[in-house]
């Protein structure tokens, strides 16, 4: 199963519109060409219908909201609603301000999401109100431990059942949870935490991994999951710091294969 999803995107060369912000667009865009995808940024409103038609998926970003592009997701949003492409949510920074919080509430309204995918805090904001922010990470206090790991996937479950998406929370442990399954994911390295992206990067690869597995979502998310961390840990062996470990990170995406996946990929269901 991995492996043909694997296989379906760097076979079909998946064209992923992205709106995102101005920190990390760069490096989204070249971890989408190294998973074997094709990245298109584009926010101005007058065109976003029309690359989203062209596109097979939508990544939405909220990492540096302003009150135009807001216009410019939503109407992307419906637009790939209508055509039925997988639209995947990143609430980066949801719980630190106003801005952000209340349009993640309107986005969810307005739009329909194949995949949410924050980090705990972030997510603990989407599905409670409770998160405890940091800016755009995720606060010490609200880590996912073995010890609150069933709360963490009930409160994911019921945020699944209010929004029909597959709920993604990333960290030490990542977390995929839609109403029927839970998958745990141990790939990952520290470092990750370390550089600016690792988070908007893995939006954009799952974009990717959905655009080419529209009918298995979920699938595509924990793969891409799992192909993300294990390249933080082969990153992890070859940099020097974080600089190069980023290149190394985006490298490790561009040599990626089926059989390295498999591999190296630590996936539990629960
Ligand atoms: N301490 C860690 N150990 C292992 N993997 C990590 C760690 N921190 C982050 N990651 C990985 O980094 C990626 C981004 O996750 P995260 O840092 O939670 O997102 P964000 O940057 O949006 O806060 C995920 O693939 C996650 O598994
Ligand atoms: C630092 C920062 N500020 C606004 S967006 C952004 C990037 C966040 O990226 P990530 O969530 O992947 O660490
Ligand atoms: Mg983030």
């Not at 609603?81 to 920074?93: T, Y």
Request: some cysteine.
């Amino acid at each position: 199963m991995l492996k043909k999803i694997v296989k379906n995107v760097q076979n079909q060369t998946p064209l992923v519109h992205n709106i995102t912000n101005y920190v990390t667009v760069n490096d989204c865009a070249n971890i989408i060409l190294a998973c074997g995808g094709s990245p298109i940024m584009a926010d101005e409103m007058t065109e976003v219908e029309e690359i989203t038609t062209i596109c097979q998926s939508l990544v939405i970003n909220i990492g540096t909201l302003n009150s135009r592009t807001i216009e410019a997701m939503i109407t992307a949003g419906k637009k790939a609603n209508q055509l039925n492409h997988p639209v995947i949510l990143d609430p980066v920074g949801a719980g630190a301000s106003t801005l952000r919080t209340e349009t993640v509430e309107r986005l969810i309204k307005e739009v329909k999401f194949s995949v949410i995918r924050g980090n705990i805090s972030e997510i603990k904001t989407l599905a409670a109100g409770t998160g405890q922010t940091l800016g755009v990470d995720a606060s010490a206090a609200d880590l996912v431990t073995d010890k609150n790991i069933d709360s963490v996937i009930e409160m994911a479950r019921t945020l699944s059942e209010k929004t029909g998406a597959v709920i993604a929370i990333s960290g030490v442990i990542d977390l995929v949870v839609d109403i029927n399954q839970v998958f745990m994911i141990r790939n990952g390295h520290p470092l990750m935490s370390k550089i600016t992206g690792a988070g908007c990067m893995l939006t954009a690869v799952i974009g990717a991994y959905c655009g080419a597995n529209p009918n298995q979502v979920i699938e595509a998310t924990v793969t891409a999951i799992c192909a993300m961390g294990l390249c933080g840990e082969i990153a992890a062996t070859k940099c020097e710091g974080t600089s190069s470990f980023k290149m190394h990170l985006i490298d490790a995406m561009s040599t990626l294969n089926e059989t390295i996946l498999e591999g190296g990929m630590k996936i539990e269901t629960k």
